[in-house]
């Protein structure tokens, strides 16, 4: 089984950037559409950026569009959103995965924006 490892959260104010990375155990995983979710406390996992398992085609959710960029790296298996301009509401745990059908989740990466 794809095992999955996200990686770059932290603390940023708001306004300011962060690049996270997933680095996935399997070379099959150049074969599958991936997404990026998040999970803040008391809500559900939501899929915040998308990408087809090439990369050409990039989809994201109205409240990240034209923030953050979703790409991905098939050479060394590995997915990456960057975010810009983060609002404290985007402060959450996130993951990556396969769209619809997943693996099984990794650990996720913390992101706080705060002041």
């Known amino acids: 089984q794809v095992q999955l490892v996200e990686s770059g959260g932290g603390l940023v104010q708001p306004g300011g950037s962060l690049r996270l990375s997933c680095a996935a155990s399997?070379?099959?995983?150049?074969?599958?559409?991936m997404g990026w979710y998040r999970q803040a406390p008391g809500k559900q996992r939501e899929l915040v950026a998308g990408?087809?398992?090439?990369?050409?085609?990039?989809d994201y959710a109205d409240s990240v569009k034209g923030r953050f960029t979703i790409s991905r790296d098939n050479a060394k298996n590995t997915l990456y959103l960057q975010m810009n301009s983060l609002k404290p509401e985007d402060t959450a745990v996130y993951y990556c995965?396969?769209?619809?059908?997943?693996?099984?989740w990794g650990q996720g990466t913390q992101v706080t924006v705060s002041s």
């Open positions: 995965n396969r769209k619809v059908v997943y693996w099984d």
């Open positions: 399997e070379s099959i995983f150049i074969f599958y559409a």
């Open positions: 990408i087809t398992s090439g990369g050409a085609i990039t």
